[in-house]
């Protein structure tokens, strides 16, 4: 059976479009060389709980490199998602930039690690 940590549900993404303009609006802007993330803080219930969400426009090359990124931010998610901003909830939309270098896993997650595992 597995763990349900380690599950990326519907309840861990943002589906609204107005999800996406409240995290852009007011959410806290972080750039790096390949991303800019928005971190949206939110008062909730729910201890701890957050959710993704990826924006990756045409400008990040063809349909099969946007859909590649888009894997491997949704499984650096899952794996890390109890130890991303921790005690805290949030919204986090990951926005991909123009010229993205970033082509594995290790690459991206070194990348997001640097933002997104800091005390907040």
Not at 16 to 43: L, Q, R, S, Y
Not at 106 to 111: L, R, V
Request: contains cysteine.
């Amino acid at each position: 059976m597995m763990s349900t940590r380690f599950l990326f549900t519907k309840n861990d993404r943002l589906l609204k479009p107005a999800d996406f303009t409240a995290a852009f609006k007011e959410g806290k802007k972080t750039h790096t060389k390949n991303f800019m993330v928005c971190i949206f803080k939110k008062t909730s219930e729910q201890t701890c709980k957050k959710r993704l969400g990826i924006s990756v426009g045409s400008i990040a090359g063809n349909a099969v490199r946007r859909n590649k990124l888009k894997r491997l931010i949704r499984e650096y998610f899952r794996l890390n998602k109890t130890r991303l901003l921790p005690k805290i909830t949030a919204d986090i939309v990951i926005n991909v930039k123009k010229g993205n270098q970033a082509e594995y896993f290790k690459d991206i997650a070194i990348e997001l690690n640097k933002i997104l595992t800091t005390s907040y």
